[in-house]
Nanobody, 124 residues
Framework: QGPLVESGGGVVQPGESLRLSCTAP????????MAWFRQAPGKEREGVAN???????TYALSIEDRFTISRDKAQNTLYLQMNNLTPEDSAMYYC??????????????????WGQGTQVTVSS
């Protein structure tokens, strides 16, 4: 198991909410841009949101305003609050860390550390 550990996934109905969490070692979390990616069956992994050390977030265009990324410096934890979930949000969600003060986008090669993923399933 790597240094990043996700939790909070599950099975929910359309319209419901989930909050994902990702814990990281302090030495990584404190110096890294943190991000959430997701991968649905048969699709490529895509960036969902990232957040700079100073808390500035960036979201993928497909997310609209349903998701909120945040980070807790004291807990070395990254969060993704997901509201009004739809079946199209069903995927494995991954946490990633780029040891860079600034987030340089969603290119996967920039992220040195990855979690094992947490499954989100939205189904009626």
């Amino acid at each position: 198991q790597g240094p990043l550990v996700e939790s909070g996934g599950g099975v929910v109905q359309p319209g419901e909410s989930l909050r994902l969490s990702c814990t990281a070692p302090r030495n990584i979390f404190s110096v890294s841009c943190m991000a959430w990616f997701r991968q649905a069956p048969g699709k490529e992994r895509e960036g969902v949101a990232n957040i700079r050390i100073d808390g500035y977030p960036t979201y993928a265009l497909s997310i609209e305003d349903r998701f909120t990324i945040s980070r807790d410096k004291a807990q070395n934890t990254l969060y993704l609050q997901m509201n009004n979930l739809t079946p199209e949000d069903s995927a494995m969600y991954y946490c990633a860390a780029d040891e860079n003060r600034y987030c340089l986008g969603f290119g996967e090669r920039a992220y040195e550390y990855w979690g094992q993923g947490t499954q989100v399933t939205v189904s009626s």
